[in-house]
């Protein structure tokens, strides 16, 4: 089979990869905290051919008539031969999102670098920068403040967040910037995703801290940080995409038809 159908088919595999990730992050233009992915490409395995200019020896025998007792071959000129290429990993583009203001004192919003703690139902520990919290009412998160799927929110020290009830019944809602627990890794690009906007730790991405000082961020309260969706790039990027699927199909394609010729030629 010829190599330009593998590298076609190679390219359809990688570039259909693209537009899931080009999809994820149009679809989450609207959410709140979102990062948006970038994909990363590696090529595949090739080969290095050099070709040798002097084929007919011509050089070699123009040294002769020269005297010259030792003739230096040509180094000749570098030729790859490729074998298409793949998609290596999909990374997170910690762009800083637009804040909208709510004028309610439950959403945070960050600016700079970190991420909000949350327990999971499952008693794990994920992260996420959607600041749009709540009031649980309900059995034990009764009076806690939780995530918009019931999370429990962590302080600091990675504790609970309780909030205080005041004497006409309602909860007290201020001073949570104050409250609530920033984390920053060491390495945030290594976070891995886990859905629903979180992210865990990495053995790549480093044990996150909560810093007492020197924050490298700020909580803005009644505010909320929008996705850092580009609208505009990643349709653009989607433009780019179709365009290069639409090219390895059509390698594909020729390279088929070549290969229909030449057995029709045996």
Do not use: C, W
Not at 60 to 80: D, K
Not at 108 to 132: C, H, I, K, S
Not at 194 to 204: A, I, M
Not at 224 to 250: G, H, P, Y
Request: overall charge negative.
């Amino acid at each position: 089979m010829n190599i330009a159908f593998y590298n076609g088919v190679s390219g359809l595999v990688t570039f259909q990869n693209e537009m899931d990730i080009l999809s994820h992050n149009i679809a989450n233009v609207n959410t709140n905290g979102y990062k948006a992915f970038r994909g990363m490409f590696k090529e595949l395995l090739y080969n290095e051919m050099y070709v040798n200019p002097d084929d007919g020896g011509q050089a070699a025998a123009e040294a002769a008539q020269a005297g010259q007792e030792e003739y230096e071959e040509p180094f000749g000129s570098r030729h790859l031969n490729g074998h298409g290429v793949r998609l290596e990993q999909a990374n997170l583009v910690f762009r800083q999102g637009n804040l909208v203001s709510t004028e309610q004192n439950l959403d945070l919003a960050l600016v700079g670098e970190g991420f909000f703690a949350v327990e999971r139902r499952d008693g794990t520990v994920q992260y996420t920068r959607n600041g749009a919290f709540d009031i649980g009412l309900e059995g034990e998160k009764n009076g806690y403040l939780v995530t918009f799927d019931g999370s429990f929110v962590l302080d600091a020290k990675g504790a609970r967040i309780k909030l205080d009830r005041e004497p006409n019944g309602m909860f007290n809602t201020k001073n949570l910037t104050e409250k609530v627990g920033v984390y920053v890794f060491p390495n945030p690009y290594g976070v891995e995703s886990v859905g629903e906007n979180n992210y865990r730790e990495t053995e790549l991405s480093g044990i996150p801290e909560a810093p007492d000082k020197d924050k490298p961020y700020r909580i803005v309260s009644g505010a909320l940080e929008r996705s850092s969706t580009d609208l505009a790039e990643e349709m653009t990027n989607v433009i780019v995409t179709q365009k290069a699927f639409s090219f390895s199909a059509k390698m594909v394609q020729t390279a088929d038809e070549l290969e229909q010729t030449v057995n029709s030629l045996r």
